[in-house]
């Protein structure tokens, strides 16, 4: 697994001032659908057309890899297959946060912060 470094924006007086946490976010944004275990069984879950995905094996789905980056894109919006319902919010939309930059081989991508947090509550609970 490559390092990332997590940086905060300081340019034009923006910074995190609290850590965002990961798990506290999933319980507010995602739980209703995917359960608070993460593996799809949400309260809301019943009333939907496509049942939500098992969040606790992304990486089992994709060859043990965490992909990253494509789950950041999924949950901003940004990038979704035809596959994906039309019930999953397009978090990216609304305001997640204070921005952050993650370093990469040493080239900075602006992230919100509740975006990050929530991809790496995720890759956390993968079994």
């Not at 969040?55 to 789905?61: E, S």
């Not at 940004?78 to 990469?104: C, K, W, Y």
Request: proline share 6%; hydrophobic share 45%.
């Amino acid at each position: 697994m490559q390092k990332i470094w997590l940086v905060a924006l300081v340019a034009l007086g923006a910074c995190v001032e609290e850590p965002v946490d990961g798990r506290t976010a999933f319980a507010a944004d995602c739980a209703g659908c995917h359960g608070n275990d993460a593996m799809g069984g949400g309260p809301l879950a019943r009333d939907l057309t496509t049942a939500p995905p098992d969040l606790t094996t992304i990486a089992a789905r994709n060859g043990g890899v965490f992909p990253r980056n494509a789950v950041m894109s999924t949950i901003d919006g940004l990038n979704r297959g035809a596959h994906f319902s039309a019930a999953m919010p397009e978090f990216g939309a609304g305001d997640m946060g204070d921005t952050v930059i993650v370093e990469q081989d040493g080239i900075g991508t602006p992230v919100p912060a509740r975006l990050l947090a929530l991809t790496e509550y995720l890759e956390d609970i993968q079994r």
